[in-house]
């Protein structure tokens, strides 16, 4: 950051670092979509009983501490503790 702000990059007032508000939302989103995707895929009924590409349940976890992360860094990005 201090190499970025000394080459002119950034400035003093606009740095916020890597997770400024934007990609905290743009992460939140991403991983909503993809709980929603695969509470979604779990709920369709089977056609047949071969197994799925996708192992539902990690990815739905992941999705879930990816959520619960970035809504953790917005509340605190708004000061509430």
């Known amino acids: ?3 970025a702000r ?3 990059l950034v400035s003093g007032m606009e740095s916020r ?3 400024g508000p934007e990609a905290t939302t743009l992460l939140l ?3 909503l979509a993809i ?3 695969m509470i979604w895929i779990e709920r369709r009924p089977r056609q047949d009983f071969n197994v799925r590409l996708i ?3 990690p990815v739905l976890m992941v999705g879930i501490l990816i959520t619960l992360a970035a809504g953790i860094h917005l509340l605190g990005m708004l000061g509430t503790h």
Do not use: N, Q
């Open 1 to 3: 950051m201090v190499r």
């Open 6 to 8: 000394r080459a002119g």
């Open 17 to 19: 670092g890597l997770m």
């Open 29 to 31: 989103a991403l991983g």
């Open 35 to 37: 709980s929603g995707a």
């Open 55 to 57: 192992p539902t349940t």
